[in-house]
């Protein structure tokens, strides 16, 4: 029988892959904004596109951190304290990019809705930035005491394999991002979008090759569950491979789906080799947070389980609808969007 | 500084701040929903203009509510780690609850309202503004259920020095909660009343649009008297039951360190020296503590010296007095604003019923000051409940000194206090600016672009609510 506090621990990566994948591809919109659009007219569209799928989608994250704090007491204390100041960016990237959506339509200025958009850039471009640096760091091992209290120094947070890891995230998600464009705009936008994908996949696969092999170095991403992760691995390939191929034939649905399956294999990966632990001490290993000494009592998680597993459906059912009353392409003549 | 006392200032700041918008966010969203119900079965285009205008203002509101609500989540963990660890068990299910039962729906319902008035139907259109105010409803029914969790702690068990749930229905039938669901909720449509209230009034003043802003004012007198109503009763409720459960924090809101003596007078006013342990002048009112406390005109209340030794004898030594003069007045002020707002929604009703608000510019403009009166309440009661159960952070199980993150430096702090601070303050402004423009721009503003060649025609589509 599985312990629920495995199923809880599923759950919580499920959240995530939930997150990446859906604000994975609005996190690399908002970057476009900067770094595709060509005007005013070209950013609103794209900024259109997410427009109404953004918030729900930040959701994704609210409740992975709310599903930790109820299921993993520990591990949430012990990682939000432990992360402090790099939770404190990603505050602020994700309040300024809020509002910002929300406040560049506001005003009939272009010095305005340019403020907003770097406001959007950099709110977009930091989360996936800072969460691939805390995935990966976490996985390399953080100094955490016996007491489960995580104080860690500056090359703790920052080094080349969680850098590589915080770059490798960033560029999934923009990638993601302009195939999404591709399915969402029509022509010119369309067509620079689809090219840019392109050229950028051959970074992406550059960074996750990277990724991937200062891994086997840094972590135990191979040792512990290499029969799991190796596989994964291979998938991982397989998608962006597939996608590359799509990306040449022009099947932005196709290749859409294949960025999103990388994105859900490579956070997956992470999850995997992570557990049965949920955070890694690089003082000792008796020291790890696990599934099983981070977690609720079994009660809380049983009413959790009841709730979750009734909610969920529901949950994924109206998001499906929102994206089904979305389905057509954004474009400027397009008035009565 | 010391590392609690900033972790403290930044809690209260960033919550204190987050909770200017929540209520405002229930009551607007509820009201807009109202007008669009009004639209879709009287079929008139002016609720239609009603519910966008105002819905535009919720939007504004809405955005800050939402972003600095996740700091409000992430920040337990970053600065309360010992808290979280504690009652994570207890405290994490409702806030995950929370999050798969409201936030999805909110956030997902509003992003097709915004954006779906023209590709869905009206009535499912309409079902979408209601889908999103009970997601705001529910949302506060969770958090309160947290929060009731701290003030007064139910169905757990302690285990391994930890509390754990075991008993999520004495959880949600809190009867703290009980008492501080509707009164918060009340308050936020109160706060939704008053606000349009207020703006309405202006315009009328300005004689902008005034049909459209007198039916706004309408229909918001008739939510702010019911729910001002809603707010007294509920909000004596809460006294009462104040006396059961945390007695303290009744003596310390009511500046009395003695015993009352059997009829309890109500102290109106009173300077406290809590050095000392004494006031040095008051003003009361014979047998009305009594009423508050037990609702009747007799029986005693215990003054904050006697609570002291027997919770010295519960709990250990130590200090369990809250501070008294800001439990004191910040009590003060929320009653005494929530009184003024029950009169004011009454006397606007009347002289809307006469059709005498255009000749009583007074009324006209003291309804606009009054827009800040919600905002002085909800902060106000906020503070009065959250400071009058210190030193505790869960009542009787937790200080609040002991909830502090241990690893977190000073430095660290004052980081995110300067950044956090800084950040909203210009979001406060930025709110304020958008809300000036957007009610000067006025109800009737989308038609008037649509005529115009706009620079950029998607813009006016975006957000053509």
Redesign the interface.
Known sequence: MIVLSELWFVLVAVLFIGFFFLEGFDFGVGMSVRLLARD??ER??M??TI??????N??W???A??????????W???????Y??P??F???A???R??A???R????SRKWAKTWDWVIFFGSLLPPFLFGVLFSSILRGMPIDK?????AGFSDFVNVYSVTGGITVTLLCLLHGALFLTLKTTSEIRKRARGFAGRLIWVVLASLTAFVSLSAFETDLFTVRGNITLPLVGLIVASYGLAVFFISKKRDGWSFAMTGAGIALTIGMIFTALFPRVMVSSIQSAYDLTVYNAS??D??MK??TI??VS??PF?IG??IW?YY??RKRVD?K???? | MSELVLARLQFGSTTIFHFLFVPLSIGLVFMVAVMETMYVVKNQEVYKKMAKFWGHLF??N???G??????Q??Q????W??Y??????????P???????A???E??????W???W???SKKVHLACIWLVSLGTVLSAFWILAANSFMQEPVGFVI?NG?A???D?FALLTNPQLLVEFPHTIFGALATGAFFIGGVSTYKIMKKQEVHIFKKSFDIAMVVALIAGMGVAFSGHAQAKHLMESQPMKMAASEGLWEDSGDPAAWTMFALIDSENKENSFEIKIPYALSYLAYEKFKGEVPGMNTLQAQYEEKYGEGNYIPPVNTTFWSFRIMAGTGIAMIFAAALGLFYSFREKLDANRWFLKGMTVLIAFPFLANTAGWIMTEIGRQPWTVFGLMTTAASV????SKG?LL??LI??TT?YAV?AG?LIY?FV??IKKGADHDSVIGHSAS?????K???NL
């Open positions: 005013d007219v609103r569209i900024i259109n427009g109404p799928f953004w918030d729900a930040e959701v994250l609210i409740t951190g709310g599903a930790i704090f109820a299921a993993f007491p520990h949430y204390a012990t990682m939000f304290s432990g402090y100041i939770f404190v990603v505050l602020i994700l309040i300024g809020g509002v959506f929300e406040f339509g506001k005003v009939d007491n489960m209290n995580l104080s609720s009592g009660y809380s009413v959790m709730v979750a909610l969920l949950v109206y998001q929102s009353v979305f400027e397009d008035l009565t969007y | 939007l504004i809405f955005a800050i939402v972003v600095t609500g996740i700091l989540e992430f337990f963990g970053m600065n780690s010992e979280s660890r504690f009652v994570g068990d207890v405290f994490g299910a806030l995950a609850i929370e999050a798969l039962l936030f999805f729906m956030s997902t319902f509003l992003g097709i915004i954006f779906g023209d590709r869905l285990n930890r754990e749930m075991n999520l993150s241990p690893n977190v660290s980081f995110s950044i956090f950040m979001l930025v958008l423009k957007e620079v950029d025609p998607f813009d589509e975006a957000y």
